[in-house]
Nanobody, 118 residues
Framework: QVQLVESGGGVVQAGGSLRLSCLAS????????MAWFRQAPGKERAFVAQ???????TYASSVKGRFTISRDDAANTVYLHMNSLKPEDTAIYYC????????????WGQGTQVTVSS
């Protein structure tokens, strides 16, 4: 059974940094796309960053230059390094996996809360 577990969320002051981790289990994910999404209060879930199976990365414009996605396929873990955090980054952050052959992300974690205080 595939399971994604996020960790690393918390409360941080504006300008600070956090590193989120997502441990995937149940299968190997080295051939899959892995991504981070977030959902702020009262808003829809939004794309944050993606690590493509090819090795390239994609970022939402709102986080580009501040956030970095990385992955350790041997450890089945994807990370989101967040720097220069802003209050508008406050959200629940979810990791997701888009497995080979699927049309979209088909596995999701339970989320981890990130709160940025001003």
């Amino acid at each position: 059974q595939v399971q994604l577990v996020e960790s690393g969320g918390g409360v941080v002051q504006a300008g600070g940094s956090l590193r989120l981790s997502c441990l995937a289990s149940g299968r190997a994910f080295n051939r899959d796309n892995m991504a981070w999404f977030r959902q702020a209060p009262g808003k829809e879930r939004a794309f944050v960053a993606q690590s493509w199976r090819t090795g390239s990365t994609t970022y939402a414009s709102s986080v580009k230059g501040r956030f970095t996605i990385s992955r350790d396929d041997a450890a089945n873990t994807v990370y989101l390094h967040m720097n220069s955090l802003k209050p508008e980054d406050t959200a629940i952050y979810y990791c997701a996996v888009w497995t080979v052959g699927s049309s979209y992300y088909d596995y999701w974690g339970q989320g981890t809360q990130v709160t940025v205080s001003s």
